[in-house]
């Protein structure tokens, strides 16, 4: 029995037939670190290039996108990060400067003191992330501000859930904008943009466009956290592919399964180019009908900038350099993988959010 936020999210299994551990992944935000390893060969062009520069970001306490939007307030650098990283966290990560017109390449691995997609995704305490994107795949951007505005969780801190009540009924937006705290600053701009405008389109547009795109893919990463749960209650086989499969190969290109051992799995991330040529898409094609979303409605010509096309995500993790030096546990996975999703499986734990998830 997994807990109630793991089926929020879409987990519906474990994977390991361990009992679990128990304890705390961390309490403080420094007793949880991630830093960003980069392939050599970009490494390599970041040094020999002179062209464009790239920083590394150390942050805790803070979201990626939070992090660099005050970056942006106050030194005026418009930077773009690879990845996204947990504000419940002390990170490193590569970031660039997008006045160059260039990227930074590719991460290699996260390094961290079943593949599944973590709490974060999704908002950890009040994972509504996936609600808000799915709203705007169907079209339906007055419900998305409500969504955003007054869902709330039981793991949603007590102060937050007052407001929360109040902003249930829309005759409180006006009073309620003074007493919504800056910690909900998205909640803030787009209230105020309700109560200025009365458009919800308009008040989603004042979102940071990132954020924006990272409510469509939380819902892209919800289908594929179902899909992965049912497949593994059906026994399908996820550790090794089979013919016709989409693999990843040691480099990370994708193609054809082709009978080589260094192959990995790839389980398709519907987006409006989604392909039903695979042998998961009897449980993909039932979960889209369940939540009456389908793949062209990741094309949304009311507001292209957050369309999607989908692609593909490894089926397992790989991980690597694990060790235990007391009291930190230490690994490395390939890039988009959750070091949250690997613990969850060592610890199993009752209740995510007081563990540390």
């Known amino acids: 029995m997994v807990p109630k936020l793991d089926n929020l999210i879409g987990i519906s299994i474990y994977c390991t037939r ?42 805790s306490g803070i979201d990626t996108n939070h992090a660099l939007s005050e970056i942006f307030k106050r030194y005026g650098l418009r930077l773009k990060a690879l990845g996204l990283k947990d504000a419940n966290a002390t990170t490193e990560q590569y970031v660039c400067d997008m006045s160059t017109g260039r990227g930074i390449g590719n991460i290699e691995t996260n390094r961290y003191a079943l593949e599944k997609i973590g709490f974060q995704r999704f908002g950890s305490r009040r994972p509504i992330s996936h609600l808000i994107g799915k709203a705007i795949l169907q079209k339906n951007f007055d419900y998305a501000i409500e969504v955003l505005l007054s869902t709330s969780s039981e793991y949603d801190l007590q ?46 547009r004042a ?44 480099d990370d290109n994708l193609g054809r399964y082709q009978n080589d051992p260094q192959q990995r799995l790839a389980i398709p991330l519907v987006g409006y180019s989604y392909s039903k040529k695979n042998r998961f898409n009897q449980d993909i094609s039932q979960i889209l009908d369940e939540e009456q979303v389908s793949p062209k409605d990741f094309f949304v010509k009311e507001m292209q900038e957050v369309s999607d096309e989908g692609g593909f995500r490894q089926a397992a993790i790989q991980c690597r350099d694990f060790s ?20 969850r499986e060592i610890i199993k734990p009752m209740d995510p959010i007081t563990a540390g998830f």
Do not use: W
Not at 185 to 202: F, T
Not at 220 to 232: D, L, P, Q, W
Not at 324 to 343: D, M, N, W
């Open 18 to 59: 361990t009992e679990g551990t128990g304890g705390k992944i961390r309490s403080l935000p420094d007793q949880f670190f991630v830093s960003e390893i980069l392939r050599e060969n970009t490494l390599s062009k970041i040094s020999n290039s002179g062209i464009y520069t790239v920083y590394k970001l150390k942050k």
């Open 159 to 204: 102060e937050n859930k007052k407001i929360r009540d109040m902003l249930k009924d829309k005759s409180n937006y006006s009073k309620m904008l003074t007493e919504v705290p800056p910690q909900m600053d998205i909640e803030r701009l787009v209230l105020k943009e309700i109560i200025d405008h009365g458009d919800a389109k308009r008040a989603l």
């Open 207 to 250: 979102i940071h466009l990132p954020l924006r795109r990272f409510f469509v893919e939380a819902f892209k990463s919800y289908i594929f956290n179902r899909t992965i749960s049912k497949a593994y209650e059906y026994r399908e086989e996820l550790l090794r592919p089979e013919e016709d499969d989409v693999c990843y190969d040691k």
């Open 324 to 343: 235990i030096s007391e009291p930190y546990l230490s690994f490395t996975l390939s890039r988009g993988s959750y070091a949250t999703i690997l613990l």
